[in-house]
């Protein structure tokens, strides 16, 4: 059996992740071992900055499994990482320290990337969005696809929001060539044909709320309107990606330039300010950090405002209080515009495969207009009547989940004190009725010291905040939510506030 060493080189596993490469390096005296029989490591991974204790079974030596490993993912992150890797075994051989790019640069920022993690939570925002900068491609459909006849496409727009849910997939009617639709399946092309029920053929989903998980294949027919996507950050990236990639005219405008560059590479054009897409672009959609952010990119200087017109619309889909809501749609609809609040239930991953589901209010022909965006960003639309209600669901599913993630780490640190296994009561609790993706994955990502990005913990501790001011304007006590932010709190201050929501584990347990 090969004994493995800090400073080898290796292909690690963790918790639904692929083997990545990675590196053995110094533990960090803050991420704790887990207890139990299981001996481990502490692995740096190559192309995210990330470090997690991995169980050594769970460990190759990398030159020995190259071959095995190095051609099993092909996404362009795990490309970078094997570059880095790489580069940085050369070095070694050549007598040089081992140091990729990725470190190289960490080096000029802020120290050595094989730093304790502690360390590493105080990195400008500069530094976090760099690890989260790379998203996996979406399989796309053979080209064969089947669609509508020369006679349904003449149909409005709108008309032809509500064809698309009421007709048949199996219908094998030619392509038109006036009109050529981007047809778009998130599935394998050996997907079953499957007809839609009739509980979902109608684009108002108030009126066809169901309770299905299981995904339906769907094609999305571009409109013909251009789009404008304001906002490039952890979510929107992959949201502008998914309308560019399902055929839509999309423009695109972010503060940092740089962030534009994956999105125009795959099809899109570039904006020199919000208001120079509004003037291009026939819908706008936002996604930007917080009240202020949208404040800013809507009022200020060059801002939305500046560009706005008799029928555009603009649909904000960052997470924003009612107040601000409000405020934004009154200045949109004063120039003549048209105002859709559509904040999303969903983080990193769904975004990046189009699962999101959008929580949609205010103005219903924009909500009609926007029918085949939603489709290539999200897995379903609920359309919640007048401004604010999207705004209030979205506050009290965060505020859930981040209350349930506070008691997460609490149990988990409770069991750690308790001389517990923690992986068997992860296990434990997997097996049981609390069984969900969010004990799945976070728990996973807390024992292992994995936090990469999916949901900033600072975005989580907006949220329990804007939940908490509902709840302070209707007198409705929320207890443990309170207690809870104050926990997100806490460990912003630590320094983990661009690092994943599950880092509220350091400050349970401190």
Same mark, same amino acid.
């Given at each position: 059996m090969t004994t493995l060493k800090v400073?080898?080189?290796?292909?690690?596993?963790?918790?639904?992740?692929?083997?990545?490469?990675?590196?053995?390096?110094?533990?960090?005296?803050?991420?704790?071992?887990?207890?139990?029989?299981?001996?481990? /490591?502490?692995?740096?991974?190559?192309? $995210?900055?990330? /470090?997690?204790? =991995?169980?050594?079974?769970?460990?190759?030596?990398?030159?020995?499994?190259k071959e095995t490993f190095s051609v099993a993912n092909k996404r362009p992150n795990f490309i970078d990482a094997v570059k880095e890797i790489e580069h940085a075994s050369e070095r070694?051989?050549?007598?040089?320290?081992?140091?990729?790019?990725?470190?190289?640069?960490?080096?000029?920022?802020?120290?050595?990337?094989?730093?304790?993690?502690?360390? /590493?939570?105080?990195? $400008?925002? @500069? @530094?976090?969005?760099? =690890?989260?900068?790379?998203?996996?491609?979406?399989?796309?459909?053979?080209k064969k696809q089947n669609y509508p006849s020369r006679e349904q496409l003449t149909l409005h727009h709108h008309d032809l929001s509500h064809y698309l849910l009421t007709r048949s997939l199996e219908n094998n009617t030619p392509q038109n060539a006036a009109h050529k639709p981007s047809s778009y399946n998130r599935f394998s092309s050996d997907t079953p044909d499957i007809k839609l029920p009739s509980s979902r053929r109608s684009p108002d989903t108030t009126a066809d709320a169901d309770s299905t998980t299981q995904y339906i294949p769907r094609e999305v027919m571009a409109t013909d309107k251009k789009i404008g996507f304001i906002g490039l950050g952890i979510m929107g990236?992959?949201?502008?990606?998914?309308?560019?990639?399902?055929? /839509?005219?999309? $423009?695109?405008?972010?503060?940092?330039?740089?962030?534009?560059?994956?999105?125009?590479?795959?099809?899109?054009?570039?904006?020199?300010?919000?208001?120079?897409?509004?003037?291009?672009?026939?819908?706008?959609?936002?996604?930007?950090?917080?009240?202020?952010?949208?404040?800013?990119?809507?009022?200020?200087?060059?801002?939305?405002?500046?560009?706005?017109?008799?029928?555009k619309g603009f649909v904000d889909m960052s997470t924003i209080d009612v107040d601000t809501v409000k405020e934004i749609a009154e200045a949109i609809c004063m120039r003549g515009g048209r105002y859709l609040e559509a904040p999303v239930n969903g983080s990193k991953k769904e975004a990046e495969h189009g699962q999101l589901v959008i929580l949609a209010a205010g103005d219903r022909s924009l909500y009609m207009d926007c029918y085949s965006s939603f489709e290539a960003m999200g897995k379903k639309t609920f359309f919640l009547g007048e401004l604010g209600n999207g705004a209030k669901n979205k506050m009290i599913m965060s505020m859930m989940m981040g209350s349930f993630m506070a008691s997460i780490s609490e149990s988990l640190s409770l069991a750690e004190k308790a001389g517990l296994d923690q992986y068997t009561l992860l296990e434990i609790l997997n097996m049981g009725a609390l069984s969900c993706p969010l004990v799945k994955s976070k728990g996973a990502a807390v024992l292992e010291g994995h936090f990469p990005a999916n949901f900033p913990l600072r975005h989580m501790q907006k949220d329990l905040r804007l939940g908490l001011q509902i709840g302070e304007e209707l007198e409705q006590p929320l207890h443990i939510a309170g207690a809870s932010n104050e926990l997100y709190k806490r460990s912003k201050a630590m320094g983990y506030g661009d690092r994943d929501m599950a880092c509220v584990y350091r400050a349970v347990n401190a």
């Open positions: 400073g080898d080189f290796v292909w690690a596993k963790m918790t639904g992740y692929p083997y990545w490469p990675g590196k053995i390096v110094e533990e960090d005296k803050d991420v704790k071992k887990p207890k139990g029989k299981s001996e481990m /490591h502490y692995v740096r991974f190559y192309g $995210t900055g990330d /470090h997690a204790w =991995t169980k050594v079974e769970l460990i190759k030596p990398y030159e020995e499994n070694r051989g050549k007598g040089i320290p081992d140091t990729s790019s990725e470190e190289e640069e960490s080096e000029d920022e802020n120290g050595s990337d094989d730093e304790p993690l502690s360390k /590493h939570a105080k990195i $400008t925002s @500069k @530094k976090a969005e760099k =690890t989260t900068k790379s998203t996996p491609k979406r399989r796309k459909q053979p990236s992959s949201m502008a990606r998914n309308l560019v990639e399902t055929g /839509h005219d999309v $423009t695109v405008w972010n503060r940092t330039q740089d962030k534009c560059t994956s999105v125009i590479k795959a099809g899109a054009k570039q904006g020199s300010s919000p208001a120079d897409v509004v003037q291009q672009c026939d819908i706008i959609f936002s996604c930007v950090a917080d009240p202020n952010a949208v404040r800013d990119i809507v009022i200020g200087n060059y801002g939305v405002l500046q560009g706005m017109s008799s029928g």
